[in-house]
C-alpha cells in the first residue's frame, strides 16, 4: 500500500485532535452541562478515550476497509460516536444526551445505538474474543459458498491492556489457534493503568510469547517516531526509560516536564545536561509523551504493514488521559475535568466558546480541505445496516417416533431427520458443542454432516478400518464447529453465529449444546450473546437429579431460574418428544423473526413413556407455555403442576389421587419462563387499561380461588412455586435445592422428595382444612 502523503498524516492528526475534544466535551456535557434532574452522577471516562484516539483516527480514517468489523474498548464508547459524528451519521441530539435515556449509550452497543456498532461491549475481554468468533463464522460462509471473497472482511478488536487479565482471551486465542483463524487485529491500548491503578509489570514480556505460542504476529508500537529517533542517539537514556515500571512512568506522565528534567538530572548528571538544554519542559513532556500508541506515522505504518491474513496483536504504547490535566495519574479511570480544566483544553484547542459542538471547530482554513477530503474517503459503513431477516422456510418438523423415549435421544433424532430430509434448513444450521457433541447427542447429525475444517480433516479410525459409530472427519463443508471444553466459547461462538445475518447478511441456524450445570461457566458471555440480540438454539442436556448415576457435580438445579431472569432467551423444557418438536421448530422460526429471540431446551436421558394424544390441542399451550395433561374440573380444588422429566411421576400420582380428590387436574408446564413474562405483561396492559388475561391466569382460573397447587421440577422449585402468586392460589413447591447425589431414581426422587408419596403428601396437606 503507498504511504499517504504527508497531508494525509496531517488530517489524521487533527482528526485525532476532534476526537479528543467530542468525546472530552460529550463526556463533560452530560456531567456539568446538562440539567441533572436527580442528582446522580453521570459518568464517563474521558482519559480511557483519550488514550485511544490517535489509534482510532488511524483505523477508521486510514485503515479499515467496508467489510471490517470493530469490537471497540467499551471505555471509548464516546470515541466512537465522535467519529461517526464527524461521518455525519451520529446526531448532536445523541450525543448532548450522551447516557440520558434514548441517547448515545454509555458503551457501545449494537441495539441501542443509532450509530453502526459491530459488536456491542461492556463487559470487558468478551468484545475482544467474539472478533475471533466472528471470523471463524466468516470462513465458515466463506467455505459455504454464502459470502463472496469480495464481501470478506477483518476484525478488529480495540481492547485495554487490562483486558488481558480476562481468562476468556486466551480460551479464545487457544481455540482460535486449532481452527487456524486470521484476518484478526487485536489493539492493546497500552497505557499501563486499569481501573483502580497502574497495572503489574512482570506480565508484559510474557503476553507476547503467549499470543505468538497461538500463531499470532505481535507488533510492539512502543515509541513515537520522534521519541525514537532521539532515543537511537542516546542508548543509556534509552535503557533508563525502559526500565522504569509502570507506576514510575505514568507518574512522571502526569508530573510533566519539571519532573522529567530532575529525574533524567538525578539519574545522569553531567552527561545528561547537554540533551536538557535543548527542551524546556513543555518539550521535554511531549517528547516523552510521543509513544507509539500516539504517534499517526507509526500507527499508519503498522496498519499498512499488517496487510495480510496473519492474526496481528498491536501493542500500542500510550498514556491513558493523554493530552488532558489529568494524563498518567492512576485515579485517572473515572476522572472528570472541572469546568475550569475543561476551558484549558477549549482555549488550547482553539474552541471557541458556544461552538463546542461544532465537528470541525478549531481546524484552521488552511487544513480544513484536506481534513475534509478523508473524512469523505472513509471506507468504514456509515449507515447502520438492516438485519437479514426472514429469509429461512421451516418445514413442519414431526417427532421422532418411539413409545418410550428421553428429550436428549429425541433430539438427536429430529436433527438427524432434518439433515436426512435436507433443503434451506438443514443447509443453514450449524452445531457446535464444547467437547459434548456425542454425549448431547448430535453424533448422528454429525455423521451426517461433518465437522468444519478449512483443511481436510480425514478420519483416522475410520481410514485404519477400526469400528466406530462416530466419524469423525472434516473439510470445508462441514457443518459442526468442534469446540475444546470451554464453555465461554460455546456461547461466544453462538454469539457469531447468531449475528451473521446481521454481520454478513446471511442468517444461520446456530445450535449448541452442552451439560445443563455447565451453562454457569459461560454465563457472562451467554448473557453478552443475548444482549446484542443473537439469535441461537442451545441445547442443555443432561440436567437434573435424573442424571442418576453421574451424581451431584453434572445434576443441575437452578438454570431454569437463570432463565427466568434472562432477557432474550426463551426457556422451554418438554416431557415428551411431540412437544420437542414443537419447539425446536419454534425456535427455528424464533432465529429468523425480527420480534424472535435465542431458545434454551433443557432436556434429560431419561427414557419416559410418551403420552397418546387424541387431538393436537396441547400443542398451542405447549409453546405458550403451559396445558392441561389432564383436564381439571371447574372450580377443583387442586392440580399438580409438573415440568419435564419429573411427568410421569406426576401423572402416576395424579392417577392415584384423581379417585380421591374429585377433578383433580394436571398442568404440564413447558415454560416457566413464557408464562411469567406473560403474567407481567399482562399486569401492564392493565395498568393501561385494557383486560387480557395472561394465559397462566387462563388456565389456572379453571380451578377454584382457593384451590392448592403441588409443583414439581427437578429443578429449583422456586422455578414453579411464584404460580401461587398468580391468583393467590396456595402453593405446596417440590424441587430440589440440595445438591445432587449418585443413586438410581427411585432412590433420588424419594430422597429429594420428588416421588409419587411426595406428591400425594402434599395434596392432602393443602385439602386438610385449614
Ligand atoms: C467483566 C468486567 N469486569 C469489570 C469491569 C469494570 N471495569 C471497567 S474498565 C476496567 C479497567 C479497564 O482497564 P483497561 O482495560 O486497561 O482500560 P483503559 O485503561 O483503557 O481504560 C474495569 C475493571 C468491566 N467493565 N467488566
Ligand atoms: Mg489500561
Redesign the pocket.
Known sequence: MLKPATTDIEALKIIDDRLRWLSAWTIHHANHVRDNDDGLKVGG?Q??CA??TAIMAALYFHALGPNDRVAV????GPVLHAIHYLLGSQSREALENFRGFGGAQSYPSRTKDRIPVDFST????LGVAITLFASLVQDYLSAHGWLDDQDRGRFVAL?????LD?GNIYEAIIEGAKHDVRNLWWII?Y?R???DAT?ADRMFERFDEIFRSCGWRVVELRYGKRLQAVLAERPTVKGWFETLSNAELSALHYQGGAAWRSRLDAEFGKDAAEFLTQYDDDALASLFSDLGGHCMETLVEAFDGAQDDVPTLFIAWTI?GHGLPFAGHKDN?AGLMNPTQLAALREAMGVREGHEWEPLEGVGDNARPGVEALIDRSRIARDKRQRSFGSVSFPAIPAPAGEEQSTQAAFGRILLDVSKAGGDLADRIVTTSPDVTVSTNLGAWVNQRGLFRRAEMPDIFAKAKIASAQKWSGDNRGQHIELGIAESNLFLMLAAAGLAGDLFGTRLIPIGTLYDPFIARGL?SLNYACYQDARFLLVATPSGITLGPEGGAHQSINPPLIALGQPGLRHYEPAYADELAAMMHEAFRLIDDAAGESTYLRLSTRSVRQIERTDDAWREGAIAGAYWLREPAAGAEAAIVAMGAVMPEALAAWEELSLDVPGLGLLAVTSPDLLHRGWTAAQAERWQGQRNASHIEQLLSRLSPGAGLVTLADAAPASLSWLGGVLGQRVAPLGVEKFGQTGNLTDLYAAYRLDGDAITEAVAELLLPA
Request: avoid cysteine.
Open positions: 471516562h482519559a480511557s488514550s485511544m474498548k467499551p471505555h471509548a461492556g463487559s470487558v475481554g481492547m485495554g491492556d487490562a483486558e480476562e491500548d497505557n493503568q486499569s481501573l497495572s491513558k479511570h457472562d
